[in-house]
Every structure is written in structure tokens, then in C-alpha cells.
């Protein structure tokens, strides 16, 4: 059993009742009934992504398991998962459900989906402008709601597995994520979390879009050159004029590892 996180400090928030294991290691976790909260892990120098390297965060992480156990356990809170084909495109063979990431936890984490009134997993939500996608990858075989413009949609054509759904949204070159998240939320998907990379959450940071952000601090140093590397954010600017300030709510040890949680707005 993982030893338990060291809670450094946490403010007053919702609570959901984690199964016995998942308390003990993790402590009080619960979400607002509307939300959509990120996760991401980053070396020390603010290193997210590692170029054209696959699967950057178990590199990052170093698969520690205490930040293995939180991915599990902010998916099994959630009622999908929404990535960017960009992360999708990066992680071959992964397939975003708790039981993925730590395993020995899988009949838990399905016993608090059901506490919660869930399905047995969370849904994917892929979203993709380009449609440029592996048909083949593991997480579209299982299934996924694929996102995407009317020309992306021209693109995939009918290539998508049979257990995935296309939306195409708008006529644009990308996609509104305010729609995107509307559609989501009318399909009774109220809990989001992304797991989507630099790009995604730039544009969900800029549109309002983004309530919480779940970011470990592995303790390593990843360094920049030539290739780009980016932080959590890519593709807009926000300091000085408009700097997404945010709320600390609350913070753990684990290790050498720092696990923290911020909030955009009143939870
Ligand atoms: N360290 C961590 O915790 C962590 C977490 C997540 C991801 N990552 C890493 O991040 C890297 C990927 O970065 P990324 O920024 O490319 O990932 P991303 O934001 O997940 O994906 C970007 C892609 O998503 C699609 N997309 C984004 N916004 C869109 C919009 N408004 N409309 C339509 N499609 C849209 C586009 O796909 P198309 O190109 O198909 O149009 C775009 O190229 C990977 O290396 C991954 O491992 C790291």
C-alpha cells in the first residue's frame, strides 16, 4: 500500500466519500457539482512536455506512484476525460481510465464511481481540428467522443472504430471550446477533468474555461535547447496584461514530490 500524502495545507472543500483505501492514502477530495479541473505534472524548471519524446509525463514523474495514484484518482472523480489529439498523438498505447494508471486501486476506484452515481468508467472526449488521428490507437478501439471541425470531419471520414462517436462543431478552422464544453455538459458530463497538453489549456485558460489545475512538482530539472519544450501553457500570452491569478487550495508532499492544487475561481 502507498504510503499516505502529507497534507501541507488545504482550505474548506467539497468532500466525496473515498472509499477507505483511497482516504487513507490521499485524504479529503471532492469537487463542486460543475467543474472542470486540469492535471499536470512538471520538472522543477517548468518542463511539461519533452519534445518529440513520447508519453513526457512518465517521463517527468519518473511514474512515481504517488502521482501515478492521483491520475487514477482524478479520473475516477470525473465523468470524462478531454485531451487534444496532440496528447493523443504522444502517448501510444495509453488509455485514460484510473485503472490504467494504477492498477492495484481498480476495484476502488470503480467502487467510488459508483458511490458518486457514475458510469464504471469515465468517458474520453478527443478533440482534434486537423483529423489526423491513429485509428488504431487503443483509447479510440475502446471508445472515445471524437470533437472536431466540418474539415477535420471530412478528413476522418467513416475510418473512426465502431465504439467511438464524431461531433463535428461550427464551420471554423477550430473549435469554440465553450461550445465544446456546452455539448459536453448537455450530455450530463458536468465533471470534467482534461488531461489535455499546453495547448488546450491555454485556450481553456483564456476563454474562462478552466476552474482547477492539479500540478505536481516532480523534483527534477529537465532543461531546454532545440527542441521546443513547453510549460503548462502554449499559444497565448497572459502576464502582464491578463495573468490568470489564481487561489491556492491546497498542497501535499509525497517524497521529494509536491502536489498541488489552485483554483480559478470560488470553490
Ligand atoms: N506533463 C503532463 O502532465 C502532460 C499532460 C498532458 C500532455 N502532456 C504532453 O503534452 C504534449 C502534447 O502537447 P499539445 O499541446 O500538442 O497537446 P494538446 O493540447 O492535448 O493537443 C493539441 C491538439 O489538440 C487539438 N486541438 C486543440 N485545440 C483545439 C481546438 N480549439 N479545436 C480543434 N482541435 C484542437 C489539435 O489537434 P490537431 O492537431 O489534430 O488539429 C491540437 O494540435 C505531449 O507531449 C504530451 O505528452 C504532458
Known amino acids: 500500500m502507498l504510503a499516505p500524502f502529507e497534507v501541507l495545507f488545504e482550505g474548506n472543500l467539497p468532500d466525496y466519500p473515498l472509499p477507505t483505501d483511497l482516504k487513507h492514502v490521499y485524504g479529503r477530495l471532492g469537487f463542486s457539482a460543475r467543474v472542470v479541473y486540469s492535471n499536470f505534472v512538471s520538472s522543477v524548471d517548468g518542463v511539461v512536455t519533452l519534445g518529440s519524446k513520447p508519453s513526457a509525463g512518465s517521463v517527468i514523474s519518473g511514474k512515481y506512484p504517488a502521482d501515478r495514484f492521483l491520475m487514477g484518482l482524478l479520473r475516477a472523480c470525473s465523468d470524462a476525460v478531454v485531451i487534444g489529439a496532440g496528447t493523443l498523438r504522444a502517448t501510444p498505447g495509453h488509455l485514460w481510465t484510473p485503472a490504467h494508471v494504477y492498477p492495484s486501486l481498480a476495484t476502488e476506484f470503480t467502487a467510488l464511481r459508483s458511490r458518486l452515481g457514475r458510469s464504471a468508467e469515465p468517458g474520453l ?58 455539448e459536453l455538459r448537455g450530455r450530463g458530463l458536468a465533471v470534467l477533468l482534461s488531461e489535455g497538453g499546453p495547448h488546450v489549456t491555454g485556450q481553456m485558460l483564456e476563454d474562462g474555461l478552466l476552474d482547477e489545475v492539479f500540478l505536481t512538482i516532480s523534483p527534477v530539472v529537465a532543461g531546454r535547447a532545440d527542441e521546443p519544450r513547453f510549460g503548462m501553457v502554449e499559444g497565448i500570452e497572459l502576464l502582464p496584461a491578463k495573468g490568470a491569478w489564481s487561489k491556492l487550495l491546497s498542497a501535499r508532499k509525497h517524497g521529494d514530490y509536491l502536489f498541488l492544487r489552485y483554483g480559478f475561481r470560488n470553490v
Open 125 to 182: 472526449v478527443v478533440l482534434t481540428a486537423s483529423g489526423e488521428l491513429d485509428f488504431k490507437h487503443p483509447a479510440l478501439t475502446k471508445g472515445a467522443i471524437v470533437i472536431t471541425t466540418a474539415s477535420g470531419a471530412k478528413k476522418i471520414g467513416d475510418r473512426l472504430p465502431r465504439a467511438c462517436e464524431l461531433v463535428t462543431m461550427g464551420k471554423g478552422k477550430s473549435l469554440d471550446l465553450g461550445d465544446v464544453f456546452a
